[in-house]
Protein backbone atom coordinates (compact mmCIF):
# COMPACT_ATOMS: atom_id res chain seq x y z
CA UNK A 1 0.00 0.00 0.00
CA UNK A 2 1.72 2.98 -0.85
CA UNK A 3 1.84 6.14 1.34
CA UNK A 4 -1.47 8.87 0.18
CA UNK A 5 -0.45 12.26 2.21
CA UNK A 6 1.14 12.88 5.20
CA UNK A 7 2.92 15.84 7.47
CA UNK A 8 6.10 16.32 9.46
CA UNK A 9 5.56 18.47 12.64
CA UNK A 10 8.79 19.65 14.48
CA UNK A 11 8.65 22.08 17.50
CA UNK A 12 9.51 22.12 21.34
CA UNK A 13 5.70 20.99 22.07
CA UNK A 14 2.91 19.55 21.01
CA UNK A 15 0.31 21.34 18.53
CA UNK A 16 -3.71 21.41 17.78
CA UNK A 17 -3.09 19.79 14.10
CA UNK A 18 -7.23 20.83 13.57
CA UNK A 19 -6.56 24.22 14.25
CA UNK A 20 -3.09 24.61 12.38
CA UNK A 21 -3.88 22.80 9.58
CA UNK A 22 -4.66 25.83 7.02
CA UNK A 23 -1.07 26.96 7.44
CA UNK A 24 0.70 25.22 4.89
CA UNK A 25 4.36 25.05 4.31
CA UNK A 26 4.46 27.87 7.56
CA UNK A 27 4.48 28.30 11.24
CA UNK A 28 2.07 26.66 13.77
CA UNK A 29 1.22 29.08 16.43
CA UNK A 30 -0.30 28.30 20.22
CA UNK A 31 -0.78 30.59 22.39
CA UNK A 32 0.29 33.58 20.22
CA UNK A 33 3.73 32.30 19.68
CA UNK A 34 5.32 30.06 17.46
CA UNK A 35 5.66 26.30 18.42
CA UNK A 36 7.10 24.82 15.46
CA UNK A 37 6.87 24.52 11.96
CA UNK A 38 4.90 22.43 10.00
CA UNK A 39 5.81 21.03 6.59
CA UNK A 40 2.49 19.68 4.70
CA UNK A 41 3.63 17.58 1.65
CA UNK A 42 2.00 15.41 -0.76
CA UNK A 43 -0.34 18.00 -2.36
CA UNK A 44 -2.46 17.88 1.15
CA UNK A 45 -5.19 20.62 0.78
CA UNK A 46 -4.93 23.31 3.23
CA UNK A 47 -7.65 23.61 6.08
CA UNK A 48 -8.30 19.43 6.10
CA UNK A 49 -7.46 17.65 9.13
CA UNK A 50 -4.40 15.85 9.25
CA UNK A 51 -6.20 12.79 10.64
CA UNK A 52 -8.11 12.82 7.22
CA UNK A 53 -4.83 11.50 5.87
CA UNK A 54 -3.53 8.18 6.22
CA UNK A 55 -0.28 6.90 7.50
CA UNK A 56 1.31 3.89 5.50
CA UNK A 57 0.35 0.50 6.11
CA UNK A 58 1.93 -2.61 6.18
CA UNK A 59 0.52 -6.08 6.08
CA UNK A 60 3.24 -7.93 6.79
CA UNK A 61 3.36 -12.17 5.98
CA UNK A 62 5.43 -15.00 7.19
CA UNK A 63 5.50 -18.05 5.21
CA UNK A 64 8.08 -20.51 4.75
CA UNK A 65 9.45 -22.35 1.67
CA UNK A 66 10.74 -26.06 1.66
CA UNK A 67 12.78 -28.00 -1.08
CA UNK A 68 12.62 -31.56 -0.71
CA UNK A 69 15.59 -34.10 -2.83
CA UNK A 70 15.06 -37.55 -2.91
CA UNK A 71 18.20 -39.69 -3.31
CA UNK A 72 18.56 -43.43 -3.45
CA UNK A 73 21.03 -45.20 -1.73
CA UNK A 74 23.40 -44.39 -4.74
CA UNK A 75 22.94 -40.92 -4.43
CA UNK A 76 21.04 -40.54 -7.05
CA UNK A 77 17.85 -38.39 -7.01
CA UNK A 78 14.62 -39.84 -7.91
CA UNK A 79 12.41 -36.92 -7.42
CA UNK A 80 12.58 -33.03 -6.31
CA UNK A 81 9.62 -30.81 -4.71
CA UNK A 82 9.09 -27.03 -3.83
CA UNK A 83 6.24 -26.30 -1.73
CA UNK A 84 4.95 -23.85 0.67
CA UNK A 85 3.02 -23.74 3.89
CA UNK A 86 0.79 -23.11 6.50
CA UNK A 87 2.04 -20.95 9.25
CA UNK A 88 -0.25 -22.11 12.63
CA UNK A 89 -1.72 -19.18 14.64
CA UNK A 90 0.28 -20.61 17.46
CA UNK A 91 3.06 -19.81 15.19
CA UNK A 92 1.80 -16.61 14.75
CA UNK A 93 1.86 -16.03 18.14
CA UNK A 94 5.43 -17.54 18.70
CA UNK A 95 6.96 -14.46 16.09
CA UNK A 96 4.93 -11.55 18.00
CA UNK A 97 5.99 -12.62 21.61
CA UNK A 98 9.46 -13.65 21.00
CA UNK A 99 9.35 -9.88 18.85
CA UNK A 100 8.11 -7.68 21.37
CA UNK A 101 7.07 -9.49 24.32
CA UNK A 102 9.25 -12.26 25.44
CA UNK A 103 12.05 -12.87 23.79
CA UNK A 104 13.67 -16.12 23.27
CA UNK A 105 17.53 -16.49 23.89
CA UNK A 106 18.43 -19.78 22.52
CA UNK A 107 15.44 -20.84 19.80
CA UNK A 108 15.74 -24.76 18.63
CA UNK A 109 13.21 -25.67 16.12
CA UNK A 110 13.16 -29.16 14.35
CA UNK A 111 11.98 -30.37 10.91
CA UNK A 112 9.73 -33.19 10.90
CA UNK A 113 7.83 -35.17 8.11
CA UNK A 114 4.27 -35.63 7.05
CA UNK A 115 3.32 -39.11 6.22
CA UNK A 116 1.60 -39.49 2.70
CA UNK A 117 -1.06 -42.55 3.70
CA UNK A 118 -3.82 -40.29 3.98
CA UNK A 119 -3.72 -36.94 1.91
CA UNK A 120 -3.09 -33.82 4.50
CA UNK A 121 -5.52 -31.38 5.55
CA UNK A 122 -4.10 -28.51 7.65
CA UNK A 123 -5.53 -26.15 9.20
CA UNK A 124 -4.27 -22.48 11.27
CA UNK A 125 -5.83 -24.21 14.31
CA UNK A 126 -3.25 -27.17 14.30
CA UNK A 127 -0.87 -27.87 17.36
CA UNK A 128 0.72 -30.92 18.04
CA UNK A 129 -1.00 -31.90 20.47
CA UNK A 130 -3.87 -31.85 17.55
CA UNK A 131 -3.94 -31.87 14.02
CA UNK A 132 -6.68 -34.17 12.95
CA UNK A 133 -5.54 -33.92 9.39
CA UNK A 134 -2.76 -34.94 9.20
CA UNK A 135 -0.40 -37.72 10.77
CA UNK A 136 3.65 -37.29 11.33
CA UNK A 137 5.71 -40.08 9.51
CA UNK A 138 9.10 -41.34 11.45
CA UNK A 139 10.33 -44.19 9.28
CA UNK A 140 14.16 -43.27 9.23
CA UNK A 141 17.17 -43.73 10.97
CA UNK A 142 17.79 -40.49 12.69
CA UNK A 143 16.85 -40.71 16.80
CA UNK A 144 15.10 -37.64 16.80
CA UNK A 145 13.54 -34.98 14.60
CA UNK A 146 16.40 -33.02 12.59
CA UNK A 147 17.67 -29.41 13.95
CA UNK A 148 16.91 -26.47 11.70
CA UNK A 149 20.36 -24.70 11.47
CA UNK A 150 19.31 -21.16 10.22
CA UNK A 151 22.53 -19.14 8.65
CA UNK A 152 22.70 -15.88 8.09
CA UNK A 153 19.27 -13.11 7.85
CA UNK A 154 18.97 -11.50 5.33
CA UNK A 155 16.12 -9.76 3.25
CA UNK A 156 13.28 -10.73 5.84
CA UNK A 157 14.23 -14.13 5.11
CA UNK A 158 16.47 -17.19 6.69
CA UNK A 159 17.41 -20.59 5.54
CA UNK A 160 19.06 -23.38 6.65
CA UNK A 161 20.67 -24.62 3.28
CA UNK A 162 24.24 -24.46 4.59
CA UNK A 163 23.11 -27.48 7.20
CA UNK A 164 20.09 -29.04 5.45
CA UNK A 165 18.30 -32.05 7.23
CA UNK A 166 18.90 -34.93 5.79
CA UNK A 167 16.70 -37.97 6.70
CA UNK A 168 17.50 -41.46 5.72
CA UNK A 169 14.25 -43.82 4.81
CA UNK A 170 14.18 -46.92 6.91
CA UNK A 171 10.78 -48.17 5.57
CA UNK A 172 9.25 -48.07 2.20
CA UNK A 173 6.25 -45.89 2.62
CA UNK A 174 5.26 -41.85 1.32
CA UNK A 175 6.27 -38.82 2.30
CA UNK A 176 3.21 -35.90 2.21
CA UNK A 177 4.86 -32.97 3.48
CA UNK A 178 7.14 -31.61 6.08
CA UNK A 179 6.60 -29.27 9.40
CA UNK A 180 8.77 -27.43 11.84
CA UNK A 181 8.33 -27.66 15.42
CA UNK A 182 9.98 -26.64 18.56
CA UNK A 183 10.22 -30.38 19.97
CA UNK A 184 12.95 -32.73 19.01
CA UNK A 185 11.32 -36.14 19.83
CA UNK A 186 9.41 -38.22 17.26
CA UNK A 187 5.55 -38.13 17.42
CA UNK A 188 6.03 -35.88 20.75
CA UNK A 189 2.52 -34.08 21.16
CA UNK A 190 4.74 -31.12 23.12
CA UNK A 191 6.31 -28.16 21.89
CA UNK A 192 5.30 -25.20 19.23
CA UNK A 193 3.74 -25.90 15.96
CA UNK A 194 5.35 -23.52 13.85
CA UNK A 195 3.82 -24.27 10.64
CA UNK A 196 3.01 -27.61 7.84
CA UNK A 197 3.04 -28.09 4.11
CA UNK A 198 2.22 -30.63 1.87
CA UNK A 199 3.82 -31.41 -1.72
CA UNK A 200 1.92 -29.55 -4.59
CA UNK A 201 1.38 -32.46 -6.30
CA UNK A 202 0.74 -35.48 -4.20
CA UNK A 203 2.76 -38.06 -1.56
CA UNK A 204 5.74 -39.02 -3.06
CA UNK A 205 6.90 -42.98 -2.73
CA UNK A 206 10.25 -43.56 -0.66
CA UNK A 207 12.32 -46.83 -0.01
CA UNK A 208 14.19 -47.85 2.35
CA UNK A 209 17.63 -46.43 1.67
CA UNK A 210 16.51 -43.23 0.59
CA UNK A 211 17.36 -40.17 1.93
CA UNK A 212 15.64 -36.62 1.81
CA UNK A 213 17.29 -33.58 2.02
CA UNK A 214 15.11 -30.63 3.54
CA UNK A 215 15.74 -27.08 3.06
CA UNK A 216 13.67 -24.82 4.77
CA UNK A 217 13.39 -21.14 3.53
CA UNK A 218 11.46 -18.75 6.38
CA UNK A 219 9.94 -15.15 5.18
CA UNK A 220 8.37 -12.33 6.73
CA UNK A 221 7.66 -10.06 3.74
CA UNK A 222 5.14 -6.84 3.51
Known sequence: MGMESFAVVSGPESVNMNANAGLASSEVRTGGRVAGTLSVKSGMAAGRSIDAYKYRQFEVKAHTEYHVEARDS?????????FGNLVTTEGLNTLLDATFKTGIAEPAWFVGLVDGAQDPVYAAGDVMAAHAGWIENVDYEELVRLDFTPGTI?????D???????????????????FLTSDAVKEATDGILYGVGAFTGGARNVE??????????LTVED
Do not use: P, Q, Y
Open 154 to 158: TGGAV
Open 160 to 178: NSEARAIFTITKDGSIAGC
Open 74 to 82: NGRIKWAED
Open 208 to 217: TGDTLRVTST
